[in-house]
């Protein structure tokens, strides 16, 4: 496919089931890149299927107080989708029947769920989940005085709080997640810290969460931590646990950003050129489920957005059926190349 007629399509691309089509075919103008499920075949390995679920990740809405320029869920003020209290109790049930270890709340901005504290409440209370994951933009904290006490929350909750901060310095973090967001996320951060998150011997973790600004590979994970560390101590006397560097995978706005930018057919050269097959063994589809706002079953959050639902009839949470689900087989297309590239990567940052 010409890179113009490409660029033409861009309008057209608006939903997900263009974007899939696109990213079910390997073809371009100057030559074709292997399907994923081709390569996974030439490294000798088989189709993903599903490890005993450790993971329930729950997409609490598409609202969120940023629009930033390579959000894969197209979130924004002006989301009106939410999760309903039947398919948070939907969840809850699940956790109770299966060795759930982690609950991973996602958005748009989890918090902003008006029972978003309801049902953080109900997982410490109701279940054996270890680990409650919020996934914060950081600056929802200081977005309005209600939510100015959310440390105090997380830290009550024991909540794993894993908040993206694309860079250490203004002007690049800016640029992709808006004006005003670094300083806004600096703030945050010093609230956390001020209840203890981040720093040793509290038990409160504090993540954050790099991805390139543009269209090429996350650098050395390891090495981008040190990086972090370093700046935001030295500069902001701020402390937090782990780096986790996560790379822009082909869909929603980075897609359209990849296409308006001609980058596309490069990107996803890239991608193919760097598949790892040990980071393609240990993909977090194998052991975690992604919950949509109204409750439909994906093998991961990408999969979510590109509205690929689990392979199975029984997709939605009120149907959970462990044996059926186990038994399937993952969704696969060419965006999954940005799983497998390089050291990969995860919601959990490099995995091999
Ligand atoms: S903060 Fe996160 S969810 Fe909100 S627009 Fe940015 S990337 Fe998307
Ligand atoms: S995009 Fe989703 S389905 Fe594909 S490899 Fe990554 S986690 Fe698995």
Redesign the pocket.
């Known amino acids: 496919m010409a890179k113009k007629s490409l660029k033409a399509r861009k309008s057209e691309l608006s939903d997900t089931k263009r974007q899939l089509e696109l990213l079910s075919t390997g073809v371009f103008e100057t030559g074709t890149l292997p399907l994923f499920k081709e390569k996974l075949k030439q490294h000798q390995l088989s189709a993903l299927q599903p490890h005993p679920l450790e993971v329930l990740q729950i997409n609490m809405g598409y609202m ?1 107080n ?3 320029a ?2 894969h ?1 197209d ?2 003020p002006d989301r009106k989708e939410y999760i309903t209290k039947i398919t948070m109790n939907a969840c809850i049930k699940v956790m109770q029947s299966q060795a759930i270890q982690t609950v991973d709340l996602t ?3 989890p918090e902003m769920h008006p029972d978003f504290r309801w049902f953080v409440e109900q997982i410490r209370s109701q279940t054996q989940v270890k680990e409650i994951i919020v996934r914060s ?1 950081l600056t929802i904290i200081l977005a309005n005085k209600k939510y100015h006490d959310l440390p105090l929350f997380f830290a009550k909750h024991q909540v794993h709080v894993v908040s ?1 901060l694309p860079f250490y310095k203004r002007n690049k973090t800016d640029r992709q ?1 808006g004006s005003g967001v670094f300083d806004s996320s600096i703030k945050a951060l010093e609230m956390l810290n001020t209840v203890g998150y981040g720093k040793p011997g509290t038990g409160l973790l504090l993540d954050l969460v790099y991805n390139p600004s543009g269209a090429f590979l996350p650098g050395d994970q390891a090495a981008l931590e040190q990086d972090y560390k370093n700046a935001l101590n030295t500069d902001f006397g701020l402390v937090f646990n782990q780096l986790f560097a996560l790379t822009n995978l082909p869909i929603s706005r980075f897609l359209d950003y990849l296409i308006a930018s001609e980058n596309y057919e490069e990107y996803m050269t890239n991608l193919v050129n760097a598949f790892n097959p040990t980071a393609a063994k240990n993909v977090m589809c194998t052991t975690t489920l992604s919950v949509s706002w109204d409750g439909y079953l994906y093998d991961c959050d990408f999969n979510q957005m590109l509205g690929l639902k689990v392979a199975s009839k029984r997709n939605h949470i009120s149907e959970f059926d462990a044996q059926v689900l186990q038994n399937r087989e993952i969704q696969v297309s060419q965006h999954c190349y940005g799983c497998t590239a390089g050291s990969g990567s995860s919601c959990q940052g490099a995995i091999a």
């Open positions: 969120c940023q629009v930033c390579h959000c869920v979130a924004g958005g748009g901005a933009n993206s997640r």
